[in-house]
C-alpha cells in the first residue's frame, strides 16, 4: 500500500540559501538531485561586512535521501525563493515508508536499509529519518514520520489521563550507592540509619578479560522516596534513564520499585544509551519534547536543554560521589579501589541522611504539571495552546527565583573571563536577575566571595545588599530566593566560609600535608604579629580604617580584583584634604609626596642631578670625617 510522505530541507544546508533551479520531476531515487541553491561563503560574509560585495557567491545541491515518485512541491519552492530555515519543500509516494525497522532490514516490506554511502547518517539507524524509541536495545528504529505517529498516540494517552512524562536519574538523584564492605560490617552491627539499605550482587557486570573481587552493593534510598514516587505517579508517567549498566538498574528499580508500579520496563541505561558522557531526549522523544520533564542531578549530561529540573545530588555516604561517573573499564577499577581503600571507614561522620530535597522537588513537579494544565484547560476546540511547553514553563518559574534583583559580583569572576560571558552572569539572567558590571544606582546586591574589596566597601554605602556568593549559589540552586540577613557579610559568617580570593580566583590553599609543615612552629605570639600586621597602623594613623575596608573590619592591604579593572584611579587614590581627623589639625600626618621628578627623554630633573664644583669643603663635619674614613677602609679591602 502506498502513502505520501514529506520531505523537509536538512536542517544542515549552509542558510540562509536561494533556489537556482528545480531539478527532480517523476521517479526519484537516492541520491537524485531534487535542486539547485546558492549560498554565501564566510570569507564573503565578510566582505559583506566591510560593506563589500560577493553575496552567493558558493553553488551546492540538495540530494534526496530517500526514492519514491514525486506528488508535489509545494509553492514556495521555485527559482529566486530566499530559504532562511529547514522546512517542508516536497511530498512523495512510496510504495513503502519504511516506519519500523529491524537492524537495518524494514520489518514491512524486507529490504535492506543498511546503505553505507554520502549520504549515509550517523546515530541508532543509517536510514534517514529513522529513530531508537524503545528502551531496550533490540535494534527497532522508526520513521520520522512513525515517530511522530507514537509520539502523537503518547500524547493523546497523557492528556486524557491529564499527566506528563517524567525522566528520573537514579544515583545521587532518588538513590545512593556504595561498594564500601564497611557497610556491610555496620549493617551486621545494627546501626539504625542504615536499616532501609539495600544489598544486592552484580555477577556480570564485569567487562570482558576483566575478574572483579566478588563485591556487594549498598543502596540507600533517598528520604522520602516512596512518598515521591507515589505522588508523582499520579502526575507523570516515569522513565529511568541513568548512567548505569542494564542490570544495575534493574537492580536498583527492584528496591525502590519491586512491583513495577511506577517504572514497569521503561528504563534506559548506558548499555541503550551507547554513551558514558551525555544522555539525550530524543533517544525516547525524538520529535516532540513539550510534555517532558527530566529530574537529575547532573546538568553536564543533558546540555542545556529547558526541561531539567536540577536536583541537589544526594551524599548519604560522605566521600563516595557517583559510582556510574566513569566508562566501563574506569568504572570497574574505581569499585575495585574503593572496596579496598574503604573511604567510609576513614571519616568521622560518613553517613549523612539530613535531606528533604524531594519534598522541595516534588513542589517544583507539581507547579509545572499544573501550569500546563490550567492553560490545557483554556484551549479553543482541539487547538493545543502555546503555554502548553514545558519547554516555555519551566524558564518561566526559574525567572521569577530573583525577579527584581540587580546584581553586583565581586571577587567571583576569573581576571581573564569576561563578566557578560561568565556562567555566574548567565546563570543570574536564567533565574530573573539583572546583572552591572559596576556598583551604581538601580543595584540590589552586592554579591561577593570576599570582603575588602572596592565593590563592597561602596556598596555597603549605599542601599542594598551585600551577601556572601552562598545565597546566590543556594537561591538558584533551591529555586528559591534566600533570606539576605542569613547570608548578609555584616552579619555571623556563613556555614561554608567564604575563602579569600586574589585576581577574582579562589585560593584553595596548600594540601594538609603542606599546611601541616607550614604550621610547625605557631604559637600565640606568632598569631599575635600576624594579627598586629593585619590591623597595623596605616601612613594615616592608627585609629583610620584602610581606604576600600568594608567599615569595621580590619584594616588590610588593597586588592584590585578582576571585576574592579574598569574602576578609575579615583577610586585608589588617598584620602582628601578635607577628612576629618580625631584631634587637633596639627597631629594630622604629612601627605605623602613624590620627593624627586621623573626625568623625561634627555632631560634630568634639577633635583635628581649630582654636582660636584670641584673644591673641598673647607669646613668638614664630624660625620663627613666618618664617611671617609668608611670609604677608605672599604677600598683599601677590596685592593687586599
Known sequence: MSETVSVELPTSLPYPIRI????????VQRGTALL?????????RKELAKGGKGEWDMVGSWDSAIEGRLDRWEEWVKPGTRVERSKIALWLEQSCSHPVQLHGM??????????????TRGGPSKYAGSYEMSHDSLGVTVSTNEAKRLENVTKETLLSSKRLSLIVDLDQTIIHTTVDPTVGEWIEQGKKALEDVAKFHLPDDVPLGYTAPDRWYYTKPR??????LRRMNELYEMHVYTMGTRTYAEAICNVVDPDKTFFGGRIISRDENKSFSSKSLKRLFPTDQSMVVVIDDRADVWGEIPNLVKVVPYDFFIGVGDINKADSMAQTKLLDAQSEDRPLAKESEPLNNDDAELERVAKILAQIHSTFYRAYAQRVKDTIPMGCDVEVIIPDIKSRVLEGCTLVFSGVIPKHQAAETSGIFHAAEMFGARTMLDVGPGMTHCVT???GTEKT??????????VWVEWFHKSIALWKRQDERAFSINGAESSTSPKQVENGIPEDGVDDGGLDNLLDGWDESADAELQAFMEGSSDYGEDTESVGSVPGSPSKKRVRYADEESLPLESFRDPPEDQDWAGDSDDRPAKRRLLLEAPTG??????????????MDENPTAEDDLFAQMLEDSLDSEIS
Open 36 to 44: 539547485e541553491y546558492a549560498f554565501t561563503s564566510d570569507e564573503a
Open 602 to 615: 634627555d632631560y634630568v630633573p634639577e633635583g635628581n642631578r649630582f654636582q660636584w664644583d670641584g673644591k
Open 449 to 451: 566571595a570576599t570582603v
Open 20 to 27: 537556482t533551479r528545480v531539478l527532480a520531476d517523476g521517479e
Open 457 to 466: 566597601y561602596r556598596a555597603s554605602r549605599m542601599d542594598a545588599a551585600v
Open 223 to 228: 528520604p522520602g522516596v516512596n512518598q515521591f
Open 106 to 119: 524494514c520489518g514491512v516490506c524486507g529490504r535492506d536499509l543498511t546503505t553505507d554511502d554520502y549520504l
